[in-house]
Structure formats: structure tokens, C-alpha cells
């Protein structure tokens, strides 16, 4: 059974944001869909681009390493502004996640002696916690908004 899950894991995780997006471009506010499409855009695409790409194995640690710590960067800034932005607490979290894979990024580019399962479970991991978050707070913010209402406008009282 775990040789099943650690085979399809990723397509499992794929698939799984490709339908939150799906769900919350239907259902969700703002922040959510920003969220899902950030996901799936640093996530999910460049697994498809990069399918042959600088080095299709373990491209995390080899010669494309760049590649994604650039990828990662770049959600790791488009969390923080949504989250910066938001009127809800789960992006703040999905970003802070965020700079968990950053860091390992870092740690790996200054010590060379480190574990490397450690490194690709700080790396991969996050995105992992970062789905099921995204699906946690967009399933609360969906019975919120449909049990009371639009959330108010916390910036508006100044």
C-alpha cells in the first residue's frame, strides 16, 4: 500500500489542486482563487515544463536547483502578498509554509555536509501542507461565508 501512495503521490497532489482550484474558482473569494492559481502555477505547470528539463531525476538537488529555488521565490512572494492582503488567517500560514521550502533552499546552497533526504523533505514537504491548508481554509471560509454571510471588511472601521 505505501509503495502504491509513494508512486502517485505527486499525481494524486496534481490532480487534488488542480479540482481545489477548480472548486474555488467556482465557490471561493478573491484570496482563494489568488491562492490556488499561485499553487498551481509554482507547483504543479513547471513539473509539466520542466518534465525533460535541466535535470529529470532529482532536478531539486542537481544542476537545475536554481530553477526552482527562482520558482519557489516566486511563490513565496505571491503567498506573502496575498496573504499581507487578505482578510482571513490561512494564507498567512500557506506562506509561512512557503518559507520553509525557502530556507531549505538556502541551507542547502550553505552547507554541503546535510542530510539530503532532510533537505528534499524540507523542500517538498511544505507543498504537501500547503494543499491541505488551502483545502481546510477554503472549505471554512465557504461554510463562513454561507452560514453568515460576506465576511466584513476589517480595514474599512479606521
Given at each position: 500500500?505505501?509503495?502504491?501512495?509513494?508512486?502517485?503521490?505527486?499525481?494524486?497532489?496534481?490532480?487534488?489542486?488542480?479540482?481545489?482550484?477548480?472548486?474555488?474558482?467556482?465557490?471561493?473569494?478573491?484570496?482563494?482563487?489568488?491562492?490556488?492559481?499561485?499553487?498551481?502555477?509554482?507547483?504543479?505547470?513547471?513539473?509539466?515544463?520542466?518534465?525533460?528539463?535541466?535535470?529529470?531525476?532529482?532536478?531539486?538537488?542537481?544542476?537545475?536547483?536554481?530553477?526552482?529555488?527562482?520558482?519557489?521565490?516566486?511563490?513565496?512572494?505571491?503567498?506573502?502578498?496575498?496573504?499581507?492582503?487578505?482578510?482571513?488567517?490561512?494564507?498567512?500560514?500557506?506562506?509561512?509554509?512557503?518559507?520553509?521550502?525557502?530556507?531549505?533552499?538556502?541551507?542547502?546552497?550553505?552547507?554541503?555536509?546535510?542530510?539530503?533526504?532532510?533537505?528534499v523533505i524540507l523542500i517538498v514537504g511544505p507543498s504537501y501542507c500547503q494543499l491541505m491548508v488551502l483545502i481546510a481554509g477554503s472549505a471554512c471560509t465557504r461554510a463562513n461565508t454561507s452560514c453568515?454571510?460576506?465576511?466584513?471588511?476589517?480595514?474599512?472601521?479606521?
Amino acid at each position: 500500500m505505501i509503495e502504491f501512495l509513494n508512486a502517485y503521490r505527486v499525481d494524486a497532489q496534481h490532480i487534488t489542486s488542480v479540482l481545489l482550484a477548480l472548486a474555488v474558482w467556482r465557490w471561493g473569494g478573491a484570496p482563494e482563487r489568488w491562492l490556488a492559481g499561485i499553487f498551481v502555477a509554482t507547483m504543479v505547470v513547471p513539473v509539466y515544463l520542466l518534465k525533460g528539463g535541466p535535470s529529470p531525476g532529482l532536478p531539486l538537488l542537481g544542476t537545475g536547483a536554481w530553477l526552482y529555488f527562482g520558482i519557489d521565490l516566486v511563490a513565496m512572494a505571491g503567498f506573502g502578498l496575498v496573504a499581507l492582503n487578505a482578510n482571513r488567517n490561512y494564507p498567512l500560514w500557506v506562506a509561512g509554509l512557503q518559507l520553509v521550502a525557502v530556507g531549505a533552499h538556502m541551507i542547502k546552497g550553505m552547507v554541503e555536509g546535510g542530510s539530503l533526504f532532510a533537505l528534499v523533505i524540507l523542500i517538498v514537504g511544505p507543498s504537501y501542507c500547503q494543499l491541505m491548508v488551502l483545502i481546510a481554509g477554503s472549505a471554512c471560509t465557504r461554510a463562513n461565508t454561507s452560514c453568515y454571510g460576506g465576511s466584513p471588511n476589517s480595514r474599512a472601521s479606521a
